[in-house]
C-alpha cells in the first residue's frame, strides 16, 4: 500500500496567503499550472522540484497539476486539476493524493482529473474581468488558456461579456512573496541552521591533498541526515583559482597546501525554502598575509553591508556600502589607484568585484521580487529577507582597467566570498546564519 507524504504544511497557511491572493485578483481569474516532470536523460527524469508560486499557494507537491483561482465564483473560489488516483501507476511513481485528496487535504472547493482541464477550463473563467496566466512558461496550458480567451472574445458581441485582457499574475503574487509571514521566517532560520551547521563541518575536514568533491559530500550527506531535501543549488566547492569562477561547480579538485577553500552551499527543505552561505578559509589552516589582507576586506565590506540593513534601506543602498568599503580598501592595498568616488562612478573596481551585493532569498535562491519600481529602489520592509555577500576575485581573466595597476603574481588566484542570509525586523535585521563563523581567528586551526 503507497504512504502519503509526510512533509504536507499546515493547510491554514496555504488557505491564508490565497485569500490574500484571491482579494488582490478583485474580478480576474487566475491559472498556475505545477511545474511538469524534466527529462534528465532518456526516460530518466530529474527529481521533481515544484513551481514555487503554485507551491505557495497550494502546498500540493505533485507534477502536472493546475490550480484556478476565481473571485468571481464565490462558492468555488479555488479549484485543482490532478492527476487522479490510480493503482498502477502509483505502483511505478509513487503516492497520488487524487482528486479526494485534493479537497480534504489541500483545501480545494472542487478537484477534477487533469485530463478534464480542456474540457472545463472555459466554464471556470467564464464571467472573469481578466485572466491572469504567465504566458512562455507552461506550454502544455497555454494553448488552452488562450483558447478559452479566445472563445470568449469570439462570443462577446453576442454575450456582451469576455475577459478584458491576458495580464501577468506575477506582480501580485511575488509581492506577497517577498514579505514573510513568521512562519516563513521559522522555516528559514532552520534552512540556515542546517546550512551553518554543514559550513562548520566542512572546514572541520578540508585539508591539502583532499578533492574538493569530498568535502562537498560532508555538506550535503549533512543537509540529507537533518532531513533536508538536498542541495538548494549546485554547491561550490572552489579551491584556490577555482574560486575566481563565480558560478565554479566542477568540484573536482585537489585542495592544495596554501591556497584558500571557497564553499557557497545551503540546504533547501522539504518545503523549499532555502539556505544560502558562502565562507572561505585558508585550507591547511593559515592565510598568508595577502591572503588575510583580502579576507579582512572582504569582511569589513560585509559586515558594514550586513549593519546597514533595516527597515527604510534599499538593496542597492546595502550593495553601495559594501562597494565603498571595498573599494577604499583596494587603493590601500594598491591593488586600485585613484579617488574613491571616482573609482565607483567609473566602475574601475569591477575586474575585481563583478557582482552585486545580494538577491531576495526565500522559497527561490534568487527569490522574487521586484528591486526597484520604475526610478525608485524598493525599500526594505520588516519580513524581507535578503543574502549579503561582498566578494573578491584576484586574476587574469578579466583586463585590468586602463590607468589602474597591473596586478603582482602574488595577489593571484585568491578569490574571496562571504556570505549571510539577513531577514529585516522592525528595529533592523535578524542575521539567519550567524551559527556559520567567519572571523579570521575562526578561519585558522
Known amino acids: 500500500m503507497s504512504h502519503a ?16 491572493f484571491l482579494h488582490r485578483l478583485g474580478g480576474v ?8 516532470l524534466v527529462t534528465h536523460h532518456a526516460d530518466v527524469e530529474h527529481p521533481f522540484r515544484q513551481n514555487s508560486d503554485f507551491w505557495y499557494l497550494t502546498g ?34 509513487g503516492f497520488r493524493w487524487g482528486c479526494e ?51 470568449q472574445l469570439d462570443r462577446a458581441p453576442r454575450s456582451g461579456r469576455a475577459a478584458l485582457g491576458l495580464v501577468a499574475p506575477c506582480p501580485l503574487l511575488h509581492e506577497l512573496r517577498l514579505r514573510k509571514s513568521p512562519e516563513e521566517l521559522v522555516r528559514m532560520r532552520e534552512a540556515a541552521r542546517i546550512s551553518a551547521e554543514a559550513h562548520e563541518l566542512a572546514r572541520q575536514v578540508a585539508r591539502p591533498g583532499l578533492n574538493e568533491r569530498q568535502v562537498q559530500a560532508v555538506i550535503e550527506q549533512h543537509f540529507l541526515e537533518q532531513g533536508a531535501r538536498g542541495p538548494a543549488y549546485g554547491s561550490i566547492v572552489a579551491g584556490g583559482d577555482n574560486a575566481c569562477v563565480l558560478h565554479y561547480t566542477s568540484n573536482n579538485d585537489l585542495l592544495r597546501d596554501g591556497d584558500l577553500l571557497l564553499i557557497d552551499a545551503g540546504c533547501s527543505l522539504n518545503d523549499y525554502y532555502n539556505g544560502d552561505i558562502t565562507r572561505t578559509f585558508p585550507i591547511n589552516g593559515h592565510f598568508s598575509g595577502e591572503q588575510r589582507a583580502l579576507y579582512e576586506l572582504v569582511l569589513a565590506a560585509q559586515e558594514a553591508a550586513v549593519a546597514s540593513v533595516a527597515p527604510g534601506q534599499t538593496a542597492e543602498g546595502v550593495h553601495d556600502t559594501a562597494v565603498r568599503v571595498l573599494v577604499a580598501g583596494l587603493v590601500e592595498l594598491g591593488l586600485l589607484v585613484g579617488e574613491v568616488d571616482g573609482l565607483i562612478e567609473q566602475g574601475a573596481f569591477r575586474h575585481l568585484y563583478m557582482h ?18 520604475g526610478e525608485h529602489h524598493v525599500e526594505l520592509e520588516p519580513g524581507m529577507v535578503l543574502t549579503v555577500e561582498p566578494g573578491l576575485y584576484v586574476s587574469d581573466r578579466l583586463p585590468v582597467p586602463e590607468g589602474q595597476p597591473a596586478i603582482a603574481e602574488r595577489w593571484k588566484g585568491i578569490g574571496i566570498r562571504i556570505e549571510d542570509d539577513v531577514a529585516v525586523s522592525e528595529r533592523g535585521h535578524e542575521t539567519l546564519t550567524a551559527a556559520a563563523l567567519k572571523t579570521p581567528a575562526a578561519m585558522e586551526r
Not at 6 to 13: G, K, S
Not at 121 to 129: I, R, T
Not at 132 to 143: I, Q, S, T
Not at 361 to 373: E, F, K, M
Open 101 to 151: 485528496g485534493a479537497v480534504e487535504r489541500f483545501g480545494a472547493a472542487l478537484a477534477h482529473p487533469i485530463d478534464e482541464l480542456a474540457q472545463r477550463l472555459p466554464g471556470y473563467l467564464e464571467g472573469a474581468e481578466g485572466i491572469a496566466f504567465r504566458v512562455g512558461r507552461h506550454p502544455a496550458v497555454e494553448p488552452l488558456v488562450l483558447k478559452a480567451w479566445g472563445t
Open 356 to 373: 552585486r551585493t545580494g538577491h531576495w532569498l526565500g522559497l527561490d535562491v534568487h527569490d522574487v521580487g521586484a528591486y526597484r519600481l
Open 29 to 36: 481569474a487566475a491559472v498556475i499550472p505545477a511545474a511538469p
Open 5 to 20: 507524504p509526510t512533509t504536507c504544511t499546515d493547510p491554514a497557511l496555504f488557505a491564508d496567503r490565497r485569500d490574500r
Open 60 to 93: 500540493f507537491d505533485e507534477p502536472g497539476a493546475v490550480a484556478l483561482f476565481l473571485p468571481h465564483q464565490p462558492n468555488n473560489p479555488f479549484v485543482l486539476f490532478v492527476e487522479p488516483k490510480e493503482a498502477s501507476a502509483e505502483v511505478w511513481n
